[in-house]
């Protein structure tokens, strides 16, 4: 495993910290606050589910015995702050959203399965700390948590944990079991983005 | 204290987590999410309060290590989901959520006892840990939070982990302080779900 | 640093503990809460932001081992209610926020330089510390968190972590960064809620 860690690992861990970092800027612009505030808002959006995760697995905090993660989110911060709100797709947020989604799903497995997590766990913990830098996004914005817009969101990241620890476990040589994972939790969270995909709501009644 | 944690302990653990997972999924499914949504709102509400618990007195999170409690919350989820809403008891989001409030104030207050916290503390924690799970999930619903509802539900919690932790300092013998306080507590609860009790508001002026 | 934490920041924290446990009450009383209730708010209000800074430097959660911080809670709490409203200066719970925030600003960021954090991490640790509480009162009272008012509220953090953090680097003397960065991040907040001081907010288009 530590290989695996390694390779291309990392690079999932930096794509959703930067994509995280970039949504929770965005965020903050739209409710016009001032660079700080952005700043703020770009760092515990990026920062929250890894710490929730290193939390879970009982590691170091990622964050805090090295400063390149807080750097890099003041970095993104500062870009997506002075980039005019109109020059971006529309849904920019929701789309950074996706790729931190499916990257920290599957990198937050693969470091609980390192820290010799059973399983299950693992997939767990990565879906949660996936998922809950964007609803700390939103509930600090005062906005509805994007859980409860009845899209495929934590299906996604189920798909892309599930199927990382699955393939991991299955023994698939190493990067592929994250490609996979990554890729297809991507696929879903974009199609639900695209064309409103939805699983079918409780009844009601 | 560990013949105290392998005997009567394991089961108000058990049955606070199923308790709140039923309380998380009911309310995914009134606000009607998919199933994947409603399973998310069980296990962060039934996983939360235990999570910061074990966070504060510094022990492994109780889910990681062994993936029995997300498997039961996936359980509880699957059969609150199946059941039609006008099956349940009205109400039962709230009774299942009292069941779990005093299971947990006394759970948690034990555990940090038996992890060497003072013992005032070891109350404290059992209180906010028992609070917590049901916070998380109004919040995360976008609902007001249960705590502002003009109800004994700190309250509640208060009384089973104090009387639990005054009994057991007192020393009294194994499973009566935690019988003691989880039932009372449940009792205070029940009475105001029942008559909607109250403690005084203050006087707003 | 350890005289450094044995003398003038002890200071710190009793005042960023008590003033936080006074602006949860407030709030908690102008929601018309019980005691408990209040008494709860209080609780964490203030010990939410310490909570979370231990936790990011791994160390022991500083109101578990001794009950002080509890007690101390209870004690505010207690005269903060008993105290009718009409008797607070107008804003009051601001300017009990606006010492807690400088105060905590500057102990997290000295805490977790103590234990070892990169000095960029550290304050930022101390901003983050030093802003939950608040956040986590007003999300949990159900009210706009103090972060969306567009005032220096993060700043304020900022400065008292950023000055102290960059004083002690620079190898000024033990009292003199905490001194320096408690009381310029206060003024800084004073300012803003005197005269509604704020950076430009972002463009919005």
Redesign the interface.
Known sequence: MPPLLETFLPWLDIAGLSVFAASGALA??????????????A??TATGGG?LRD????A??F?????TP??LCLAVALCA?AI???WWPERALEWFDAVGLAAYAVYGAAK?LHY??????AA??G??TA?IGG?IRD????V??I??R?E????AA?VAAGLFTALTVAGLAAPLPALAGAITGFIVRAAAIKWRL????????
Do not use: N
């Open positions: 903050a612009a739209r409710k016009r606050l001032d660079f700080v505030g952005a700043a703020f808002f760092l515990i710490t939390v879970l697995i009982d170091p905090v964050w805090m015995q090295d400063s807080v750097i702050w005019p709100l109109r609980a010799g997590m059973a399983p299950i766990s767990t913990a879906i949660v998922c609803v509930i600090t914005a005062g509805p948590s859980l409860m009845h495929l969101y934590v299906t189920l939805s699983l079918p709501p409780h009844q009601g009644h």
